[in-house]
């Protein structure tokens, strides 16, 4: 599971070495169980489908040749498409039965890389593709990242409303855009691969303004599994192995009244320490957002900082805190009052500067 970053001037050679052989021209299928497809986040694969469901979610392709399509479930989600590194444009399977989708055509003959990214939610939808239609042949990837992060997330994650004009609008699959989220902003800054696990609503214990006693499907149960729904999978965690984990949950468990400090506190510790079994080496930063104010905000802090000194004193070194400024009505807000892109542009910021911080 690895991301791809090619440079086509400096790979040219080894891209030729490393193609499938074909005919420049033919038009050939590569489906979604092939080698030369790579994958980034949380996918159940078979020979002719890949499903997956967290935005952040992304194939990719090397190859040679003029074209490339990909096979995508209609009426299923929103994807960025990035041609050779540069991100071309936003795609919609809405409004269409059709299920191949035009990523690129009429390039100049040579190395070439595509790749899409779910921008959406796919938790109602489930995404699948079905495979890359390409007119010339695949070629290995090379993976340059310098290190992989894992965000595990709500709504804010997720890049809820991002796009909106303004608060007032309500949420919108077409106005959702993981691209512009500070997660994917840190990655890129950072030139780490990704790992998501977000969606909108959930928490540590409680999803918004459900049960204070807490929700059937808090993140915790969630996280086990490879899809949120649609699949019994259990996630090899085996798969992906994060040097960093940004665990940013909270906001929905404390928005509403009613909530119980204490059983947030509870699931959240029992929730670090689920990461940890999984990811023994990696670095553990716990969050705050940006849209809890006080005095939930205060107490959110005041559970995580207790969390992170007791973790501490019991040896785990690698456990670290760090809160995001707040945000106010400086900057223009997303749907439904969430962070709009110049929000998370501030976020990602202060993130990617923490994250290098403890890295040195």
Excluded at 84 to 113: I, M, N, W
Excluded at 133 to 147: I, K, Y
Excluded at 212 to 236: F, H, N, Q, T
């Amino acid at each position: 599971m690895t991301s791809l970053h090619l440079s086509c001037m400096a790979l040219a050679a080894s891209l030729m070495s490393a193609c499938a052989a074909a005919g420049p021209s033919e038009k050939l299928i590569v489906l979604p169980s092939d080698s030369f497809v790579t994958y980034e986040g949380r996918v159940v694969l078979t020979d002719s489908t890949a499903s997956f469901v967290y935005p952040g979610t992304s194939i990719g392709l090397a190859f040679e040749g003029t074209a490339v399509s990909a096979r995508l479930k209609p009426e299923a989600g929103y994807y960025s498409v990035e041609v050779d590194g540069r991100t071309v444009r936003k795609l919609s399977t809405h409004g269409t039965s059709d299920s191949l989708f035009v990523l690129a055509d009429s390039l100049p003959e040579g190395p070439h890389s595509v790749r899409l990214t779910l921008v959406s939610e796919g938790l109602f939808v489930h995404p699948e593709f079905g495979g890359f239609e390409l007119s010339g042949r695949p070629c290995a990837a090379t993976d340059s990242h310098d290190l992989k992060i894992e965000f595990i997330g709500n709504s804010i994650t997720c890049g809820y409303g991002v796009e909106a004009a303004s608060a007032l609008e309500h949420f919108a699959d077409s106005t959702s855009n993981f691209g512009m989220t500070y997660a994917a902003l840190t990655a890129k800054a950072l030139n780490a691969a990704k790992m998501v696990v977000a969606r909108s609503g959930i928490g540590a214990y409680r999803n918004y303004a459900d049960n204070p006693d807490g929700s059937e499907w808090p993140m915790p149960r969630v996280y086990r599994k490879a899809l949120i729904s649609g699949s019994d999978a259990m996630w090899d965690f085996g798969r992906f192995r994060p040097d960093v984990v940004c665990i940013n949950l909270g906001t929905n468990d404390l928005s509403v009244a009613g909530y119980k400090i204490d059983l947030y506190a509870r699931a959240y510790a029992d929730f670090v320490r689920m990461v940890r079994s999984n990811y023994p080496q990696a670095q553990i930063v716990m969050l705050t957002g940006t849209m809890l104010q006080s005095p939930q905000l205060d107490e959110q802090k005041a559970v995580l900082d207790s969390l992170c000194a007791t973790l501490r004193s019991e040896g785990d070194s690698a456990v670290f805190r760090f809160d995001m400024e707040p945000q106010d009505m400086s900057l223009p807000m997303g749907a439904d009052y969430h962070p709009s892109a110049d929000t998370h542009r501030r976020m990602a910021a202060e993130l990617t500067e923490f994250i290098r911080s403890i890295r040195r």
